[in-house]
């Protein structure tokens, strides 16, 4: 196999591990508003959607843009990828959502990027 096809090979198996992520994060926010009952909001958010939000931030936390990473064994730490809502109390749709690290999410909470300065990566 020629590197040309080593690399759109890589490239396709990237994508599907990408989609599998998609699925599995709409699957899992789907089953905790469903534990929230009436309490929970509206998920219709589609992997197509976040797949072109991954694609849009070159699969980057669109807020902080660190690379999302996991060591060897398949963990992930604070750059682990995450849906985060952009109205916290909206539902997880297409327009209310963004992929970002989970230490990024953690920080904001209900709070804004600009209440959150220290978080923000600092300009050279």
Sequence with gaps: MNNNMQATA??????RTWRSWTRSAISCAKKRQAERGERGVAVTM????????LRAASFRCVLSGAEFRSDSGGRFGPTIP???RIDPDGPYSDDNTRV??????A???HGSMDDNVSARPRAA
């Design 100 to 105: 970002v690290c989970l230490g990024v999410d």
């Design 46 to 53: 589609t992997s197509d959607g976040l797949m072109a939000k």
């Design 82 to 84: 995450t849906v985060e």
């Design 10 to 15: 890589a490239q396709r198996q990237l994508q």
């Design 107 to 109: 920080l904001r909470g």
